[in-house]
């Protein structure tokens, strides 16, 4: 009786999952794909277009730091986009705003009733180790199909792609219903105080709030580089990890290295503690976060094994998170982060350190708060001879919707540009200047369409950064086709509860 009924058991659950699989709804949208073999609207990168942002990337805007960077380049950026784009910079429908070396443009719509939207990008880079580099980081070159340099990817691309939209949408003469703001920030990398920060306190002001915004971000990733699908993945980030940067301080009597004390000394005392949290890092934390909608939206374009686990995820959620957490990059989609990255102690070969520092700089997953880092730092260590302080940090974003206007309109963007491409939420590992807009804006997206393997990405703020010049193109268009469909939005909103 008991095998029988084990057996009846476990009929049920192979019945309930296979039918939950082939049940499970599709969120891809069928969308006519916008091509040159296609012929309709679509932008060719002429001669001019490619040599403008040719020279974007030879103009080397550098931010070194919070209080130092390139502000000549800066000053020559913006003179070569105002030169380059003349009707951004002479038509009636364009309001144009300088913020420090931050740029805003609002393009007006005709009825002030449709809640704004926001996209932004930065002329800013970081610096360069040009011996580390096989071409010349501010060359701007083209060959074989590539256009090097950096700013390449992050994220002169995304500026000029928005620019050359823009020219070609006045040019067209068309005027949109949504008023759309594009906001060039200048230094988005040292974190946006003098840019972002500053647009948005004066959008603030005015009460300026948009229906959604488009940043900088995840990208799509080339075929077979998502489980369980061979095509292309292009990834929306609904949201971001947050940051902190904790110090870890140790006073401990020192001496001489020849009667080193039985208890250890500072660096002794220092190591424990990161073998410690290396042993007890932060929690992997699946099923709160972006990981499961991402999985839903891709169930039904995977192969069967996956499918099967990705419309279970009531069942198959432990087993997920266990093999999610053996891979560093995987499990740093479900947890929060500790990385060792500096440490200073002792002053001289032959005597023991009285004073130890350790930085850790930590990337908070949605939920978990700085406080949460600390308390667990804290609980690790147990010891009470170290001293945790916060030295700085912000915390993750929320979490922005699937089912909104903004996500369907991104979504049906993407699958024009990259027609084979399966469209998912996901999160951005990194930081933008979206946390400075969030607070005006109902959903915040982070994508730029780069078409880039695991291992492209690496040239974020790495060596021998490029991009192709068919990406390029691409991108122009994306952001071409974004603008256009912010005015048919209605006839590709989607809901959940109509699949």
Not at 99 to 105: A, D, E, K, T
Not at 171 to 188: C, M, N, P, V, W
Not at 342 to 368: A, E, F
């Amino acid at each position: 009786m008991f095998k029988a009924c084990v057996c009846l058991g476990f009929g049920v659950l192979v019945f309930t999952l296979v039918m939950r699989m082939v049940l499970f709804p599709d969120y891809q949208h069928k969308v006519t794909p916008c091509s040159p073999e296609e012929g309709i609207d679509y932008i060719e990168l002429s001669p001019h277009r490619l040599l403008r942002f040719q020279d974007a990337i030879k103009l080397q805007t550098i931010s070194y730091s919070l209080h130092e960077s390139n502000i000549t380049a800066m000053d020559l950026m913006n003179e070569h986009i105002v030169s380059s784009y003349p009707l951004l910079h002479t038509s009636m429908l364009v309001k144009r705003e300088v913020f420090n070396q931050s740029r805003l443009y609002i393009i007006q719509g005709t009825d002030p009733k449709i809640k704004p939207v926001l996209m932004v990008g930065h002329i800013d880079v970081v610096p360069v180790e040009e011996e580390k580099w096989s071409f010349s980081p501010f060359s701007g070159a083209v060959d074989g199909g590539y256009i090097y340099g950096r700013g390449t990817l992050d994220n002169k691309n995304t500026v000029f792609g928005i620019l050359e939209a823009l020219e070609y949408f006045l040019a067209s003469g068309l005027q949109l219903k949504r008023t759309l703001y594009f906001a060039i920030g200048h230094d988005e990398e040292v974190l946006g105080y003098s840019g972002a920060k500053v647009i948005t306190q004066e959008l603030k002001r005015r009460g300026v709030h948009f229906d959604f915004m488009l940043d900088e971000g995840c990208v799509v990733l080339k075929e077979g580089e998502f489980p369980g699908i061979h095509g292309p993945v292009g990834l929306i980030g609904v949201a971001e990890k947050g940051f902190a940067t904790l110090e870890l301080s140790l006073q401990h009597p020192g001496g001489h290295s020849s009667s080193p004390p039985r208890e250890g000394s500072a660096i002794d005392i220092m190591a424990a503690a990161i073998v410690k949290l290396n042993a007890d890092p932060p929690p992997a934390v699946f099923g709160r976060g972006v990981e499961v909608s991402m999985m839903e939206h891709a169930a039904q374009s995977q192969s069967v094994p996956f499918r099967l686990l990705s419309t279970n995820l009531w069942f198959f959620s432990p087993l997920l998170s266990y093999i999610l957490s053996l891979n560093k990059v995987s499990r740093a989609m479900i947890s929060t982060t500790v990385a060792f990255t500096m440490i200073n102690g002792g002053v001289k070969d032959n005597v023991l350190p009285n004073t130890v520092r350790l930085i850790i700089n930590s990337r908070l997953i949605p939920g978990d708060t700085i406080e949460d880092l600390v308390h667990h730092v804290t609980k690790v260590i147990n010891d009470p001879r170290i001293k945790v302080s916060i030295r700085n940090g912000n915390p993750a974003s929320p979490i922005s919707s699937t089912e909104s206007e903004g996500y369907n309109i991104l979504h049906h963007t993407i699958k024009q540009i990259y027609p084979r491409a399966v469209v998912v939420p996901a999160l951005l590992m990194g930081g933008t200047d979206s946390k400075w807009y969030q607070e005006i804006c109902d959903d915040v997206y982070r994508f730029a369409p780069s078409y880039l393997s695991p291992q492209d990405i690496k040239m974020f703020h790495g060596h021998d950064e490029v991009i192709s010049v068919r990406n390029y193109e691409q991108t122009i268009n994306f952001y071409y086709h974004l603008i256009r469909n912010l005015d048919t939005s209605h006839e590709l909103f989607i809901r959940r509860d109509e699949l």
